[in-house]
């Protein structure tokens, strides 16, 4: 995973857990109070940089998901109910 360098803005985001680890960590710490006006707006920044990354993994994972059902779980989803792709063979 350390190994990994993908850039949203001018900052790195190693992994998608990584960036949701830090998007919480900012979220904890302005609902806590813990930072200045000027820090808040630098740490809210960041914070949509890391939504905006995040989204699209998700986005990306689920696109992932939909063309898996669509091919390899498909046959199993149907379960013979109206069976277009898989006919030949039948007596």
């Known amino acids: 995973m350390a190994g990994q360098s993908k850039k949203t803005g001018a900052q790195k985001v190693p992994a998608f857990e990584t960036a949701m680890a830090e998007l919480e960590q900012i979220v904890a710490d302005m609902e806590a109070g813990k930072l200045s006006l000027e820090d808040s707006l630098v740490a809210y920044k960041r914070g949509a940089e890391l939504l905006t990354f995040c989204r699209s993994k998700l986005e990306d994972a689920q ?12 046959g199993f989803a149907t379960g013979g ?11």
């Not at 696109?63 to 498909?74: A, R, Y």
Request: glycine share 14%.
């Open 63 to 74: 696109q992932q998901v939909s063309v898996l059902e669509e091919g390899v779980l498909k």
């Open 81 to 91: 109910e109206g069976s277009t792709s898989s006919e030949s063979g039948q007596a």
